[in-house]
C-alpha cells in the first residue's frame, strides 16, 4: 500500500517544505492525471524539483518522468503560475491541506492541495475563487467548482490545538465505542498515531470514551502533544515484506521493526518513491489498443465457444425430437383437439401427471414434454 501523507506528517513535513518560499517557479510537468512536478529556481538554492502524487504525497524530488505531452490542467497551471514566485507553504490544520501562495508585483494566486480521498488540486485568484481544479466536484456543504468561493472542509477539533477542555468535550460526546477509533476517527489523528497515544499513556485503548475519568484525559492529551512536538528522527520502517511506513519522530509502535534513518522528511519519500515502491505504471498508446484487441478477442472466443455449446444442444434436441417424431406429434393433435373443448386451465390439470408432458404454460400456451 502506498504511503498517504496524515495530518501529523504534514505538520512535520511543512516545516521543510518552507525553504521553497521565494522560489521562482520555471516549468511545470505531469505525469498521467496522478502526479505534478513543479520545478523552481531559488537565488543561492539552485533548482528544485516539488513532486505531488495527487491525493497521496509531496516531496522534493531528486529527479522527474513526466510525460512528453502536457495535460490540458497541467497547461493551465503553466499559463497561471510559471514565473510567479512563492510567497508562503501552510498546512489548513488540522486538515490535510496544503496551501501555496504565489506571487507577482501585480498578482496572486493560491494553490489548494488536498491529501484526503482521492486527493485534488485546486488553483484560486487573490480573493479565493477557484479558477480551476483537477477534479470538479460537489458536496453538501462545499462547490469545488470554477468561479465558487473554495472552501476547505473543517474538523470540529483541531488536534494541533487542542486543550484538556476541548479532549474532554469530544470524548464525552464521542459517538465511538472505542477511545482509539474516537481519536483517530473525531479528532482526525489516524490510525498509527492513535495507536502510539494509548502506547505512551498506557490507557486500554478499547476503553469507551464517555467512561474516561479526568486524570485519564490529561494523559492522553499529554501523549498527543508529545507526538506533535517530537523531536524529528525521520525513518523508513520495514517488515518482512518491505517499507510499510515513513514517520518523523521515533515511535513506541515501530519498535520492534527495521528502520533506515534519513536527514529529512523529504529525503526519506524520495527514497521511498523511487526505491521502495512503483506506482501503476500508464499505459501507452499503443499499450492500450493492444489491451483493447485482446480484450475484443477474448469476448469472441467465449462467444463462439458459447454459440458452439448452443449449436450441439440444439443438435440433440432435435435429434430427440425427430427420434421421438410420432410421439409427439400425438400429443400435439390430442392437446390441439382438447384446446377446442377445454381452457388451458383445465387442460392444464388434465395433463399433471402425465409421463410425458411435464409442464403447461397457460399464459404462453405452451407445453413443456420430457423425452
Known amino acids: 500500500m502506498v504511503k498517504q501523507l496524515s495530518s501529523v506528517d504534514m505538520h512535520f513535513l511543512v516545516k521543510e517544505l518552507k525553504e521553497l518560499e521565494g522560489s521562482r517557479v520555471d516549468k511545470i510537468y505531469n505525469k498521467g492525471k496522478e502526479e ?46 510559471e514565473n510567479m514566485f512563492i510567497d508562503s507553504i501552510s498546512q489548513i490544520e488540522p486538515e490535510r491541506i496544503l496551501r501555496f501562495v504565489f506571487k507577482t508585483k501585480a498578482d496572486e494566486k493560491s494553490l489548494y492541495l488536498e491529501f484526503f480521498g482521492k486527493g485534488n488540486f485546486i488553483l484560486c485568484s487573490r480573493e479565493d475563487i477557484i479558477i480551476d481544479a483537477l477534479i470538479r466536484q460537489k458536496f453538501r456543504d462545499r462547490s469545488v467548482m470554477a468561479k465558487e468561493k473554495y472552501i476547505n472542509p473543517e474538523m470540529k477539533y483541531n488536534l494541533f490545538k487542542l486543550d484538556k477542555d ?73 517488515d518482512t515484506k518491505g517499507a510499510v511506513d515513513i514517520i518523523p519522530i521515533d515511535m513506541e509502535f515501530y519498535k520492534e521493526n527495521e528502520k533506515k534513518k534519513f536527514p529529512s522528511f523529504n529525503e526519506a519519500l524520495d527514497h521511498y518513491f523511487t526505491h521502495e515502491v512503483k506506482l501503476i505504471k500508464k499505459e501507452t498508446a499503443v499499450e492500450m489498443k493492444i489491451n483493447e484487441l485482446n480484450r475484443i478477442i477474448k469476448e469472441q472466443k467465449a462467444k463462439i465457444k458459447s454459440m458452439e455449446s448452443k449449436e450441439d444442444e440444439n443438435k440433440k434436441k432435435a435429434e430427440l425430437i425427430y427420434t421421438n417424431y410420432n410421439l409427439i406429434k400425438e400429443i400435439l393433435t390430442e392437446i390441439n383437439k382438447a384446446t377446442t373443448k377445454y381452457p388451458w386451465e383445465e387442460i392444464k390439470k388434465k395433463l399433471k401427471g402425465h409421463k410425458v408432458v411435464k409442464d403447461v404454460d397457460v399464459k404462453e400456451k405452451m407445453v413443456v414434454v420430457e423425452v
Not at 497521496?56 to 497561471?80: A, V
Not at 490510525?191 to 494509548?198: I, N
Open 36 to 81: 505534478v512536478y513543479i520545478q523552481v529556481h531559488k537565488s543561492g538554492a539552485g533548482k528544485k524539483i516539488i513532486r505531488i502524487i495527487v491525493g497521496k504525497d509531496i516531496f522534493l524530488s531528486s529527479s522527474k518522468d513526466t510525460d512528453e505531452s502536457p495535460s490540458g490542467f497541467c497547461m493551465m497551471l503553466r499559463k497561471h503560475l
Open 166 to 238: 476541548k479532549l474532554s468535550v469530544l470524548l464525552k460526546n464521542s459517538a465511538k465505542d472505542k477511545l482509539i477509533i474516537s481519536l483517530a476517527v473525531e479528532l482526525g489523528l489516524g490510525g498509527v498515531y492513535s495507536e502510539e497515544v494509548f502506547l505512551l499513556c498506557k490507557i486500554d485503548k478499547d476503553k469507551e470514551p464517555n467512561k474516561i475519568d479526568e486524570k485519564e484525559i490529561s494523559k492522553i492529551l499529554a501523549s498527543i502533544k508529545k507526538i506533535i512536538s517530537g523531536k524529528k528522527n525521520v525513518q523508513i520502517v520495514y
